[in-house]
């Protein structure tokens, strides 16, 4: 391998990442959450302390949600899950519900790769915006933001969400070197 072939290609490396850097990636899917029943994806695990304004303030759950590319329950594509952490934190402003969140792709384009999000849900119906801080795989660095609204209920059990996840893709620059250093063994 020549050194001007390969100055070449960190070149076109270069100038390929930043002029996507500036602007957002946009992946829109839909979150399809059955809240009871024996495919409940939903559940409370540490019951609530009843303190303060808020009747659920202390209450602490998980959640295992499907991440589907449509929202029909039956004609859309699995393309992974969305796994949560939940605790009602807001003592004297319910419901303050903080949360830490992992998306994690199974299948698609983004398949093997993750997308870390954090933040406080102030209503459950939404819409609301949570902090998108990070990512593996295809998601490397990546930072942004997720607007999650509720758009139907498909049966009395179940909610089905609207999720926009709109990113910026900083790592895309580290993956491509790591990938390139892989090939040349640098
Ligand atoms: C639970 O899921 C199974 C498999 O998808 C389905 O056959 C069954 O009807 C579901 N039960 C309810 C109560 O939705
Ligand atoms: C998908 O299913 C939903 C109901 O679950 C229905 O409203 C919608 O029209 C269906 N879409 C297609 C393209 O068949």
Redesign the pocket.
């Known amino acids: 391998m020549t050194s001007s072939w390969m100055l070449l290609s960190l070149v076109f490396l270069l100038a390929t990442s930043s002029a996507r850097a500036g602007g957002f990636k946009h992946i829109h899917l839909y979150m399809h959450e059955t809240f009871t ?3 409940a994806t939903l559940f409370s695990v540490v019951p609530p302390l009843h303190r303060g304004d808020n009747a659920r303030f202390g209450m602490v759950g998980v959640l295992d949600d499907e991440l589907r590319d449509g929202p029909g329950p039956r004609n859309s594509s699995l393309v992974g899950r969305f796994q949560s952490l939940f605790a009602f934190a807001g003592l004297v402003t319910p419901p303050g519900m903080q949360t830490a969140t992992s998306l994690v792709f199974t299948a698609g384009q983004n398949a093997g790769s993750t997308l870390v999000m954090v933040g406080s849900i102030v209503s459950s119906e939404g819409p609301y915006e949570t902090a998108l801080v990070g990512g593996t795989g295809a998601f490397r660095m990546a930072r942004g933001y997720c607007v999650l609204k509720a758009v139907w209920s498909p ?1 009395p ?1 179940s909610t089905v969400y609207e999720v926009n996840l709109l990113l910026k893709l900083g790592g895309n620059l580290l993956a491509k070197m790591d990938a390139w250093k892989r090939t040349y063994a640098l």
């Open positions: 029943g024996p495919n049966t059990e």
